[in-house]
Protein backbone atom coordinates (compact mmCIF):
# COMPACT_ATOMS: atom_id res chain seq x y z
CA UNK A 1 0.00 0.00 0.00
CA UNK A 2 1.21 3.43 -1.05
CA UNK A 3 1.27 6.14 1.89
CA UNK A 4 1.34 9.75 0.69
CA UNK A 5 2.36 12.28 2.87
CA UNK A 6 0.22 14.91 3.08
CA UNK A 7 1.60 18.26 1.89
CA UNK A 8 1.53 20.77 4.22
CA UNK A 9 -0.94 24.02 3.75
CA UNK A 10 0.36 26.91 1.61
CA UNK A 11 0.18 29.62 3.66
CA UNK A 12 -0.71 33.30 2.54
CA UNK A 13 0.22 36.11 4.66
CA UNK A 14 -1.92 39.26 4.04
CA UNK A 15 -0.69 42.93 4.85
CA UNK A 16 -3.43 45.47 5.44
CA UNK A 17 -3.49 49.22 5.14
CA UNK A 18 -3.12 51.74 7.44
CA UNK A 19 0.11 54.33 6.49
CA UNK A 20 2.29 55.13 9.76
CA UNK A 21 0.70 51.88 11.39
CA UNK A 22 1.90 49.09 8.99
CA UNK A 23 5.47 48.82 11.05
CA UNK A 24 3.29 46.89 13.28
CA UNK A 25 3.86 44.51 10.43
CA UNK A 26 7.49 44.33 10.79
CA UNK A 27 6.99 43.13 14.37
CA UNK A 28 4.06 40.59 13.23
CA UNK A 29 6.28 38.85 10.25
CA UNK A 30 9.04 38.82 13.53
CA UNK A 31 6.77 37.09 15.24
CA UNK A 32 5.87 34.39 12.98
CA UNK A 33 8.83 33.76 11.95
CA UNK A 34 10.17 33.17 15.52
CA UNK A 35 7.32 30.50 16.04
CA UNK A 36 9.05 29.02 13.01
CA UNK A 37 6.27 30.01 10.73
CA UNK A 38 7.27 31.28 6.96
CA UNK A 39 4.79 32.26 4.51
CA UNK A 40 4.82 30.89 1.04
CA UNK A 41 2.86 33.89 -0.54
CA UNK A 42 2.81 37.33 0.62
CA UNK A 43 0.42 40.23 -0.65
CA UNK A 44 -0.87 43.68 0.57
CA UNK A 45 -2.36 46.82 0.20
CA UNK A 46 -0.72 50.52 0.88
CA UNK A 47 1.86 49.99 3.60
CA UNK A 48 1.67 46.29 3.86
CA UNK A 49 2.61 46.34 -0.15
CA UNK A 50 5.26 48.37 1.21
CA UNK A 51 6.11 45.82 3.75
CA UNK A 52 5.39 42.79 1.82
CA UNK A 53 7.62 43.67 -0.81
CA UNK A 54 10.67 44.70 1.28
CA UNK A 55 10.02 40.93 3.15
CA UNK A 56 10.08 39.24 0.01
CA UNK A 57 12.98 41.03 -0.96
CA UNK A 58 14.86 39.92 1.62
CA UNK A 59 15.22 43.46 3.76
CA UNK A 60 13.32 43.26 6.58
CA UNK A 61 16.58 44.12 8.40
CA UNK A 62 17.49 47.13 6.18
CA UNK A 63 13.62 48.15 6.91
CA UNK A 64 13.51 47.82 10.75
CA UNK A 65 16.42 49.49 11.17
CA UNK A 66 15.51 52.86 8.65
CA UNK A 67 12.08 53.23 10.38
CA UNK A 68 14.14 52.91 13.69
CA UNK A 69 15.93 56.04 13.19
CA UNK A 70 12.93 58.51 11.96
CA UNK A 71 11.98 61.53 13.48
CA UNK A 72 9.18 63.65 13.14
CA UNK A 73 11.73 66.20 11.35
CA UNK A 74 12.87 63.43 8.72
CA UNK A 75 9.28 62.09 7.98
CA UNK A 76 8.50 66.07 7.10
CA UNK A 77 11.30 66.21 4.57
CA UNK A 78 10.74 63.11 3.22
CA UNK A 79 6.80 63.56 2.62
CA UNK A 80 8.47 66.26 -0.86
CA UNK A 81 5.33 68.85 -0.57
CA UNK A 82 3.48 69.70 -3.80
CA UNK A 83 0.24 70.97 -4.57
CA UNK A 84 -0.31 68.80 -8.25
CA UNK A 85 -2.32 65.41 -8.11
CA UNK A 86 -1.36 65.15 -4.38
CA UNK A 87 -0.36 67.27 -1.44
CA UNK A 88 2.95 64.42 -1.20
CA UNK A 89 4.83 63.33 -4.58
CA UNK A 90 6.46 60.88 -2.32
CA UNK A 91 9.25 60.82 -4.88
CA UNK A 92 12.04 60.86 -2.31
CA UNK A 93 10.58 58.00 -0.30
CA UNK A 94 10.38 56.39 -3.54
CA UNK A 95 13.68 56.94 -4.45
CA UNK A 96 15.33 55.50 -1.52
CA UNK A 97 13.09 52.35 -2.02
CA UNK A 98 13.58 52.02 -5.60
CA UNK A 99 18.00 51.36 -4.90
CA UNK A 100 16.80 48.81 -2.26
CA UNK A 101 14.56 46.91 -5.18
CA UNK A 102 17.73 47.90 -7.10
CA UNK A 103 15.19 47.21 -10.59
CA UNK A 104 13.72 43.88 -9.48
CA UNK A 105 10.45 42.96 -10.93
CA UNK A 106 8.05 40.68 -8.94
CA UNK A 107 9.07 37.46 -10.20
CA UNK A 108 12.40 38.09 -9.10
CA UNK A 109 11.08 38.50 -5.51
CA UNK A 110 12.14 35.46 -3.41
CA UNK A 111 8.59 34.61 -2.96
CA UNK A 112 5.06 34.91 -4.31
CA UNK A 113 3.90 39.09 -4.19
CA UNK A 114 0.84 40.76 -5.07
CA UNK A 115 0.12 44.45 -4.45
CA UNK A 116 -3.38 45.55 -4.29
CA UNK A 117 -4.38 49.19 -6.02
CA UNK A 118 -7.28 50.80 -7.40
CA UNK A 119 -8.10 51.81 -10.39
CA UNK A 120 -9.33 55.86 -9.95
CA UNK A 121 -11.86 56.03 -12.65
CA UNK A 122 -14.31 53.19 -12.06
CA UNK A 123 -13.14 52.47 -8.19
CA UNK A 124 -11.95 48.58 -9.49
CA UNK A 125 -9.73 46.63 -7.67
CA UNK A 126 -6.30 45.75 -9.46
CA UNK A 127 -4.16 43.23 -8.34
CA UNK A 128 -0.23 43.94 -9.56
CA UNK A 129 1.26 40.51 -10.05
CA UNK A 130 4.08 41.11 -12.42
CA UNK A 131 6.26 44.52 -13.83
CA UNK A 132 8.55 46.60 -11.43
CA UNK A 133 8.17 46.35 -7.93
CA UNK A 134 8.78 50.33 -7.35
CA UNK A 135 5.53 50.64 -9.48
CA UNK A 136 3.33 48.12 -7.91
CA UNK A 137 4.02 49.55 -4.30
CA UNK A 138 4.06 53.20 -5.41
CA UNK A 139 0.60 52.53 -7.41
CA UNK A 140 -0.57 50.37 -3.91
CA UNK A 141 0.28 53.59 -1.28
CA UNK A 142 -0.96 56.44 -3.51
CA UNK A 143 -3.47 58.02 -1.05
CA UNK A 144 -5.95 60.22 -3.14
CA UNK A 145 -5.48 64.16 -1.98
CA UNK A 146 -2.27 63.02 -0.75
CA UNK A 147 -0.03 60.75 -2.88
CA UNK A 148 -0.13 61.39 -7.19
CA UNK A 149 -2.02 58.79 -8.75
CA UNK A 150 0.06 56.08 -11.28
CA UNK A 151 -0.27 55.78 -14.78
CA UNK A 152 0.00 51.97 -15.17
CA UNK A 153 -1.55 50.05 -18.17
CA UNK A 154 -3.75 52.89 -19.44
CA UNK A 155 -5.19 53.97 -16.08
CA UNK A 156 -4.80 55.90 -13.34
CA UNK A 157 -4.63 53.87 -10.07
CA UNK A 158 -4.59 54.87 -6.51
CA UNK A 159 -4.15 53.37 -2.92
CA UNK A 160 -6.14 49.38 -2.72
CA UNK A 161 -7.15 50.67 0.27
CA UNK A 162 -10.10 52.48 -1.44
CA UNK A 163 -11.38 48.50 -2.50
CA UNK A 164 -9.71 46.05 -0.50
CA UNK A 165 -7.60 47.36 2.46
CA UNK A 166 -7.03 43.62 3.77
CA UNK A 167 -6.88 41.26 0.47
CA UNK A 168 -7.63 38.38 1.85
CA UNK A 169 -8.94 37.54 -1.87
CA UNK A 170 -5.44 38.35 -3.48
CA UNK A 171 -3.83 35.35 -1.21
CA UNK A 172 -7.00 33.12 -2.04
CA UNK A 173 -6.53 33.49 -5.64
CA UNK A 174 -2.43 32.89 -4.95
CA UNK A 175 -4.00 29.44 -3.86
CA UNK A 176 -3.44 30.07 -0.16
CA UNK A 177 -4.90 27.09 1.82
CA UNK A 178 -4.06 29.17 4.79
CA UNK A 179 -4.85 32.85 4.62
CA UNK A 180 -3.23 34.80 8.02
CA UNK A 181 -4.17 38.52 7.62
CA UNK A 182 -3.14 41.53 9.44
CA UNK A 183 -5.66 44.64 10.26
CA UNK A 184 -4.32 47.45 11.70
CA UNK A 185 -7.54 49.46 11.75
CA UNK A 186 -9.78 47.88 14.13
CA UNK A 187 -9.65 50.20 16.65
CA UNK A 188 -8.51 53.66 15.43
CA UNK A 189 -11.71 55.13 15.95
CA UNK A 190 -12.55 53.92 19.29
CA UNK A 191 -8.68 54.82 20.05
CA UNK A 192 -8.91 58.28 19.37
CA UNK A 193 -12.26 58.61 21.61
CA UNK A 194 -10.11 57.70 24.37
CA UNK A 195 -8.10 60.68 23.97
CA UNK A 196 -5.42 59.08 21.33
CA UNK A 197 -3.73 55.79 23.41
CA UNK A 198 -3.60 52.37 22.82
CA UNK A 199 -6.67 50.03 24.45
CA UNK A 200 -4.83 49.88 28.15
CA UNK A 201 -6.79 46.88 28.51
CA UNK A 202 -4.38 44.12 29.05
CA UNK A 203 -4.29 40.74 26.85
CA UNK A 204 -4.64 37.65 28.45
CA UNK A 205 -1.12 35.71 28.19
CA UNK A 206 -0.97 32.57 24.78
CA UNK A 207 -0.76 30.46 27.91
CA UNK A 208 -3.80 31.83 29.25
CA UNK A 209 -5.68 31.07 26.17
CA UNK A 210 -4.26 27.93 25.66
CA UNK A 211 -1.32 28.42 23.78
CA UNK A 212 2.89 28.31 24.75
CA UNK A 213 6.09 30.07 24.24
CA UNK A 214 5.47 33.63 24.17
CA UNK A 215 6.70 35.48 26.79
CA UNK A 216 7.60 39.31 28.28
CA UNK A 217 10.78 38.73 26.95
CA UNK A 218 9.83 39.99 23.49
CA UNK A 219 10.15 43.60 24.80
CA UNK A 220 6.19 44.38 23.84
CA UNK A 221 4.39 46.25 26.52
CA UNK A 222 0.72 46.31 25.01
CA UNK A 223 -0.91 47.73 28.18
CA UNK A 224 1.27 50.66 27.96
CA UNK A 225 -0.26 53.61 25.63
CA UNK A 226 1.48 54.67 22.58
CA UNK A 227 1.75 58.01 23.35
CA UNK A 228 2.90 57.35 26.89
CA UNK A 229 6.13 55.22 25.01
CA UNK A 230 6.50 57.70 22.55
CA UNK A 231 7.00 60.11 25.34
CA UNK A 232 9.31 57.69 27.34
CA UNK A 233 11.42 57.23 24.73
CA UNK A 234 11.74 60.94 23.27
CA UNK A 235 12.49 61.97 27.41
CA UNK A 236 9.85 64.30 27.50
CA UNK A 237 6.65 65.05 29.82
CA UNK A 238 3.02 64.01 27.79
CA UNK A 239 1.93 68.27 27.43
CA UNK A 240 4.86 69.22 26.51
CA UNK A 241 5.05 71.74 23.50
CA UNK A 242 7.11 70.07 20.48
CA UNK A 243 9.88 72.73 19.12
CA UNK A 244 8.75 74.10 15.58
CA UNK A 245 10.24 72.34 13.17
CA UNK A 246 12.57 74.16 10.87
CA UNK A 247 13.29 74.35 7.24
CA UNK A 248 16.49 73.38 6.05
CA UNK A 249 17.34 77.31 5.48
CA UNK A 250 16.27 77.34 9.03
CA UNK A 251 12.58 79.02 8.47
CA UNK A 252 9.83 76.98 9.89
CA UNK A 253 7.48 74.66 8.23
CA UNK A 254 3.73 76.20 8.27
CA UNK A 255 1.61 75.62 11.02
CA UNK A 256 -0.78 73.09 9.50
CA UNK A 257 2.24 70.65 9.28
CA UNK A 258 3.71 71.42 13.21
CA UNK A 259 3.30 68.50 15.51
CA UNK A 260 0.47 69.85 17.96
CA UNK A 261 1.23 67.54 21.01
CA UNK A 262 2.77 64.12 22.07
CA UNK A 263 1.21 61.98 19.05
CA UNK A 264 2.03 65.09 16.03
CA UNK A 265 0.01 65.14 13.26
CA UNK A 266 -1.89 61.43 13.70
CA UNK A 267 -3.06 62.01 17.74
CA UNK A 268 -4.99 63.99 19.75
CA UNK A 269 -3.88 67.12 21.00
CA UNK A 270 -3.92 66.97 25.09
CA UNK A 271 -3.58 70.78 26.18
CA UNK A 272 -5.94 72.19 28.18
CA UNK A 273 -7.24 75.27 26.18
CA UNK A 274 -9.17 75.12 24.01
CA UNK A 275 -11.42 72.61 24.84
CA UNK A 276 -11.57 69.90 21.58
CA UNK A 277 -14.88 70.95 20.70
CA UNK A 278 -14.14 74.57 20.03
CA UNK A 279 -11.16 73.42 17.58
CA UNK A 280 -11.40 73.16 14.04
CA UNK A 281 -9.60 70.43 12.89
CA UNK A 282 -6.19 71.39 11.00
CA UNK A 283 -6.12 69.90 6.98
CA UNK A 284 -4.33 67.44 7.81
CA UNK A 285 -6.10 66.15 10.89
CA UNK A 286 -8.98 66.42 8.95
CA UNK A 287 -7.45 64.23 5.71
CA UNK A 288 -6.18 60.98 8.25
CA UNK A 289 -9.24 61.44 9.90
CA UNK A 290 -11.63 60.79 7.26
CA UNK A 291 -8.74 58.06 5.83
CA UNK A 292 -9.15 56.63 9.29
CA UNK A 293 -13.28 56.56 8.95
CA UNK A 294 -12.80 54.87 5.08
CA UNK A 295 -10.37 52.28 6.31
CA UNK A 296 -12.57 50.71 8.99
CA UNK A 297 -15.58 50.50 7.27
CA UNK A 298 -14.04 49.01 4.29
CA UNK A 299 -12.46 46.71 5.97
CA UNK A 300 -15.51 45.47 8.05
CA UNK A 301 -17.16 45.07 4.67
CA UNK A 302 -14.89 43.04 3.12
CA UNK A 303 -13.84 41.15 5.90
CA UNK A 304 -17.37 40.12 6.60
CA UNK A 305 -17.41 38.57 3.18
CA UNK A 306 -13.93 37.42 2.75
CA UNK A 307 -12.86 36.04 6.22
CA UNK A 308 -9.42 35.17 6.99
CA UNK A 309 -8.21 31.88 8.47
CA UNK A 310 -6.85 34.18 11.49
CA UNK A 311 -7.38 37.41 11.81
CA UNK A 312 -4.34 39.13 13.69
CA UNK A 313 -5.39 42.83 14.91
CA UNK A 314 -2.73 44.80 16.53
CA UNK A 315 -3.86 47.68 18.98
CA UNK A 316 -2.72 50.96 17.15
CA UNK A 317 -5.48 53.25 18.22
CA UNK A 318 -3.59 55.66 19.26
CA UNK A 319 -1.50 56.05 16.51
CA UNK A 320 -2.12 58.23 13.66
CA UNK A 321 -1.35 57.81 10.02
CA UNK A 322 1.67 60.50 9.72
CA UNK A 323 3.22 58.68 12.71
CA UNK A 324 6.12 57.01 10.82
CA UNK A 325 8.50 58.55 13.63
CA UNK A 326 7.02 55.90 16.16
CA UNK A 327 8.17 52.65 14.65
CA UNK A 328 9.10 51.35 18.31
CA UNK A 329 5.69 50.96 19.63
CA UNK A 330 3.90 49.80 16.57
CA UNK A 331 6.67 47.28 15.79
CA UNK A 332 6.15 46.05 19.37
CA UNK A 333 2.68 45.82 19.13
CA UNK A 334 2.48 43.63 15.74
CA UNK A 335 4.77 41.42 17.87
CA UNK A 336 2.67 41.53 20.46
CA UNK A 337 -0.61 40.81 18.54
CA UNK A 338 0.71 38.02 16.46
CA UNK A 339 2.18 36.57 20.18
CA UNK A 340 -1.36 36.71 21.40
CA UNK A 341 -3.01 35.05 18.18
CA UNK A 342 -0.04 31.87 17.99
CA UNK A 343 -2.42 28.92 19.51
CA UNK A 344 -5.18 29.78 16.82
CA UNK A 345 -2.49 29.99 14.34
CA UNK A 346 -0.77 26.81 15.29
CA UNK A 347 -4.02 24.79 15.51
CA UNK A 348 -4.68 26.51 11.31
CA UNK A 349 -1.42 24.94 10.50
CA UNK A 350 -1.54 21.23 12.27
CA UNK A 351 1.58 22.69 14.35
CA UNK A 352 2.04 21.19 17.58
Known sequence: MVMHRRRPPRVGLVLGGGAARGWAHIGAIRALEEAGIKPDVVCGTSIGALVGAVYANGDLDWLEDWVGKLTWQTVVRLLDLR??????????????????????????????FTAVATELDTGREVWLREGGVVDAVRASIAIPGLFTPIWHDGVWLVDGGLSNPVPVSAARAMRADTVIAIDLNHDILNGRD?????????????????????????????????EA?????????????????????????????????????GGADVRVAPPPSARVPSMLSSIA????????????????????????????G??????????????AEGRAAVQYMLPAIKAQLGMD
Open 289 to 316: QSIDIMQVRITRSRLAGEPADVLIQPRL
Open 83 to 112: FSGGLLGGRKVIDLFAKQFNGRVIDELAMP
Open 229 to 265: QSDAQAGSLPDADPAPLLRRNGKPFPQWLQPSGPGAL
Open 194 to 226: LGGAIDTVPRETPAEVGGAGASAASGAQPELPL
Open 318 to 331: GMGIFDFHRAAPAI
